[in-house]
């Protein structure tokens, strides 16, 4: 007796639970409803107004629908967001393409995004840093090499597929002020030991990532392009780049 009593307890808290699931499962519908009325209503704001689109992306993340998952289907067919990231991806990858001899593969965002709406001409459908950062992440996902590091109060994006570790990232995070750092500058900030510090430069050497100055006062400068503005705009060295500063 007290086994079937277990047995018929277990069989009402399954009944409940699957109550419960179908009751979900029909407010979740009606809040996608809700939101394709929405979408409906104000397709023409999401498509050309980032802000309103950056709104829109965190509506449908709250209940877990994602509008870029697929490039077929309802969402794809009533706003093109499908069409209009991958097209953004294609431009992205344009753009890193045609920079990666002058900064290795890292650029920072805010760069990315200038030569970005650059391309587009001023008639094109405007385009956010968030809506370039959306486009990035599906990249990411297609295991194309592109990355999203933080730094400072920015990002740095990676469209090489180079190894970077924590202790890379930091390094990089250090240079964001100057455009470049040395070993003593590592040492002092991050309390490593010599090697540790070299071994972090020698691979962003080699990665193409760094530029080795060797006739900076002092000691050797390890420049980050991609944190040098002035290499984006001028076909100059290192060693240019240095004369120029303040």
Known sequence: MHRRGVGAGA???????????????????????????????HKQEIRKNPEFRVQFQDMCATIGVDPLASGKGFWSEMLG?????????VQIIEVCLALKHRNGGLITLEELHQQVLKGRG???????????????????????????????????IQSVPAELNMDHTVVLQLAEKNGYVTVSEIKASLKWETERARQVLEHLLKEGL????????????????????????????????????P
């Not at 956010?128 to 999203?148: E, P």
């Open 81 to 89: 967001v499908g069409d209009f990231y991958y097209e953004l991806g």
């Open 210 to 245: 760094a530029w080795l100055d060797l006739q900076a006062p002092g000691e050797a400068h390890y420049w980050l392009p991609a944190l040098f503005t002035d290499l984006y705009s001028q076909e100059i060295t290192a060693e240019e780049a240095r004369e120029a500063l």
């Open 11 to 41: 069989i009402a808290k399954k009944k409940l639970a699957e109550v419960r699931r179908k009751a979900m499962s029909k407010q979740l519908d009606m809040f996608k409803t809700n939101l394709e009325e929405f979408a409906s209503k």
């Open 122 to 156: 001023k008639f094109a459908q405007d385009v956010s840093q968030d809506d370039l950062i959306r486009a990035i992440k599906k990249l990411k996902a297609l295991g194309t090499g592109f990355g999203i590091i933080p730094v400072g109060g920015t990002y740095l």
